[in-house]
């Protein structure tokens, strides 16, 4: 039995709701994977839940949808953010996907000292989250945000959000938070780690909280992955 498509609409979703089709998804569901009237998607717009949709129009250039009814509550993810230094090509992609599987609200790509990419393509980042969450059955796709300097956040940061920093001097130290509701956020720095004075300003916010992950240094996609299994074990709604 093939697996139903599911499919990210910019679109309100309801019962007898009509949801017209991009020409790009247009050419996606009837040109590429063959399908037709009356066949049945899965949809989703991050705003109402999961709905089963049937095909009531089908042309490459555009298409129409009916919405029958609700297959998945809406399920918003914590209010935790992921702020992280661009790397490599493939694996910023490769962040961007975990974090939107892993549950994250926001993402904020940021320009540390030792941050080597100086720009992000964030339309193609923000399309990235989607096709991740069409992957994932999530209900909700995080926004991912333009790059911005990390010190510039920093000095405009609201401190009932608590930061969980990854600080690679303190290998094999343990990595326990404290037990704080509320927003928080998960910072993970470049491949070179965070400068002296970045660790410096970090270590003297009462708010930021800074954790060894494990007695190896990580790579800073794996790096990003395991900062989020351990703030959703320990805080999120995995525990």
């Known amino acids: 039995m093939a697996s139903v498509i599911r499919l990210h609409v910019n679109h309100p979703l309801g019962a007898g709701q009509s949801v017209p089709l991009s020409r790009e998804q247009s050419h996606y569901l009837f040109g590429v994977m063959r399908k037709g009237v009356g066949e049945v998607l899965e949809l989703f717009n991050g705003q109402d839940g999961e709905w089963l949709g049937r ?15 609700q297959s998945k509550p809406m399920q918003l993810p914590p209010d935790l953010w992921l702020l992280f230094a661009p790397i490599k090509k493939a694996r910023t992609d490769f962040i961007v996907e975990k974090a939107t599987e892993m549950g994250v609200a926001q993402i904020l790509p940021v320009q540390s000292d030792f941050t080597n990419s100086e720009r992000i393509r964030q339309d193609r980042l923000q399309n990235h989250a989607v096709e991740a969450a069409e992957q994932c059955g999530g209900t909700y796709v995080p926004v991912v945000h333009e790059l911005q300097k990390l010190s510039k956040l920093l000095d405009g940061w609201d401190p009932q959000r608590q930061i969980m920093f990854c600080d690679e001097t303190r290998l094999g130290s343990g990595a326990s938070l404290p037990s704080l509701a509320g927003p928080w956020a998960v910072l993970i720095g470049p491949e070179g780690g965070f400068s002296p004075a970045e ?3 970090l270590n003297e916010m009462p708010h930021a909280h800074g954790v060894a992950l494990g007695p190896r240094i990580l790579r800073a996609d794996t790096a990003a992955v395991a900062a989020l299994t351990l703030w959703q074990s320990a805080l999120g709604d995995w525990k």
């Open 55 to 69: 095909v009531v129009q089908a042309g490459k250039r555009n298409g129409l949808l009916l919405c029958e009814r």
């Open 199 to 201: 660790r410096r300003r």
